[in-house]
């Protein structure tokens, strides 16, 4: 099955930038879509972003829309989550996700593959 590695988390003031980062083996990676959801305390997961399978369209949830940018290199299997102007409603644990499709689901039940998470907290 596809195995997705995160990377790049951390603690930031509101403000401040990161960048996430999920890798996979190259025949996974050319054949899924991919994006990150999140999860609070107390709170369901949501999604945040996604990016096509061939890298063509992305989708931003409503609350990261201008702040967030995701892509995609296939030189090094790895998807990037570019997150900037971050909020102490930024703050959870975010998840890598993948599925065999063109375009990633919004929905976190329909989700197959996951990263093991990695957690991002943005001081206020």
């Known amino acids: 099955q596809v195995q997705l590695v995160e990377s790049g988390g951390g603690l930031v003031q509101a403000g401040d930038s990161l960048r996430l980062a999920c890798a996979t083996s190259e025949v996974a990676f050319r054949n899924t879509a991919m994006g990150w959801f999140r999860q609070a305390p107390g709170k369901e997961r949501e999604f945040v972003a996604s990016?096509?399978?061939?890298?063509?369209?992305?989708d931003y949830s409503d609350s990261v829309q201008g702040r967030f940018t995701i892509s995609r290199d296939y030189a090094k299997n790895t998807a990037y989550l570019q997150m900037n102007s971050l909020k102490p409603e930024d703050t959870a644990v975010y998840y890598c996700?993948?599925?065999?499709?063109?375009?990633?689901?919004?929905?976190?039940?329909?989700?197959?593959?996951w990263g093991q998470g990695t957690q991002v907290t943005v001081s206020s």
């Open positions: 996700a993948a599925d065999i499709t063109g375009q990633l689901t919004t929905r976190p039940n329909a989700v197959k593959y």
């Open positions: 990016i096509s399978r061939t890298g063509a369209n992305s």
